[in-house]
Structure formats: C-alpha cells, structure tokens
C-alpha cells in the first residue's frame, strides 16, 4: 500500500505571502496525484489533479508540481479564504487504492 | 450541477451493520466513465478512502477493510449504497460520497455534505 506523507503538519502564513505544502508518496504514482481544500464543517474542495492541472473554477495563486513521489501545492499570495487543511491524494492501479495524506493545516501568522 | 447527498443513521451500536445511501444529481451512474467512491473522516483526522463503484459495475475497496464493505448502485434511483459490517466506535466519523470520472487521473471532484455516524452502545 502506498503510503502518502505531508509536511509540515502545520504552516505558519501571513495572508499575502507564498506557502508551499509538501507531499511524498512512499513509491511511484506518476501524476496521479490530486489536492483537496477543507475549511472546518465543509466537505473536502478539489484544487488540483493530475499534479498540476487546476479544477474548475480554482484561482490561479493555486498550483501544483512535481511527479513520480514528490509534489508540491504553492498558494502564491495568500487570502484570509485560503486558511484550511490542505490533503494529497494519489491513486494506485495495483492493487487499485485511494490514499490521502495525513493533512496540512495551513494557519495564519 | 452535479449534487451529492449522504444518508443514514446516526448512532449505531457495536457489531451492527451500517448502511450508508448517496443520492445524486446531475449525473447518471450508467454514463461511461462515471464513478461514486466513499471516504470517511473521524473527528479532527484524516480523510480515509472506503469504496468506489463504476458505469459498468466494477467495484473497488480499501484493501485494508474490503472484507466488511460492500457497494452497490441502483441506476434507476440515482442512489448509491455503502454497507459497513460489524462497526466499531473506531468507525465514528462522517462518512462523505463523491462523484468521479474515469480519466488517466483518479480523483473526486463533487462531494457531499457529509453524515456523522456515531458507533456506541
């Protein structure tokens, strides 16, 4: 079982500024990655899948990179809106499996 | 607009049976392509993927607790259906389903609000 691993556990941001999460995959899941939104008592948000590719109606200070078993998701210049925890979730074929990260609790400085 | 929406108990007792229904909208789950998965989120920790079900019937489970889950669909109603065996008050959580679309990327782009079941005696 892929293991998905995010950090830090807690990031420290004052709105304006960039912040940069981190997700590693324990092995290889090509692109098949995505990036999830939560503020407190709402369902999970899709920004990002595919590592890179923004969802529908996502602004752009949100993007995702890498590949293989290092991503990251830069929020460019943080809004009081963006203050949440911030998931990673990748897909395996074999055996086929959803994993999610632990989480990132983005909070402000 | 795609529209998901959990359904269910909210307090069950150890060993009982859960059964979870997602009614949906703005899809069909006979378009090919088209999946709805299950995660679940106990309070303050992480999201947790359980089941997924295609257009074409096929399923996939967590592996690690594919022998007391069982997802099924019925086209006709828009519903979905999650039954969780023998639950533990470890199972407390909100349970939430998601739409999905088969592409090279998997993932879950429309969810629901999410139900809170809560395993006690």
């Known amino acids: 079982e892929i293991v998905m691993t995010q950090s830090p556990a807690t990031l420290s941001v004052s709105p304006g500024e960039r912040a940069t999460l981190s997700c590693r995959a324990s092995?290889?899941?090509?692109?098949?990655l995505a990036w999830y939104q939560q503020k407190p008592g709402q369902a999970p948000r899709l920004l990002i899948y595919g590592a890179s590719t923004r969802a529908t109606g996502i602004p752009a200070r949100f993007s995702g990179s890498g590949s293989g078993t290092e991503f990251t998701l830069t929020i460019s210049s943080l809004q009081s809106e963006d203050f949440a925890v911030y998931y990673c979730?990748?897909?395996?074929?074999?055996?086929?499996?959803?994993?999610f990260g632990q989480g990132t609790k983005l909070e402000i400085k | 607009q795609i529209t998901l929406k959990e359904s269910g108990p909210t307090l069950v007792k150890p060993t009982q049976t859960l059964t979870l229904t997602c009614t949906f909208s703005?899809?069909?789950?006979?378009?090919?392509?088209?999946?709805v998965g299950w995660i679940r989120q106990p309070p303050g920790k992480a999201l947790e993927w359980l089941a997924l079900i295609y257009w074409n019937d096929d399923k996939r489970y967590s592996p690690s607790l594919k022998s007391r889950l069982t997802i099924t669909k019925d086209t006709s109603k828009n519903q979905v259906v999650l039954t969780m065996t023998n639950m533990d008050p470890v199972d407390t959580a909100t349970y939430y389903c998601?739409?999905?679309?088969?592409?090279?990327?998997?993932?879950?782009?429309?969810w629901g609000q999410g139900t809170l079941v809560t395993v006690s005696s």
């Open positions: 979730q990748q897909y395996n074929n074999w055996p086929p499996a959803y994993t």
């Open positions: 703005g899809f069909s789950l006979s378009t090919s392509g088209v999946g």
């Open positions: 092995q290889s899941v090509s692109s098949n």
């Open positions: 998601a739409h999905s679309t088969v592409t090279r990327f998997n993932y879950f782009d429309y």
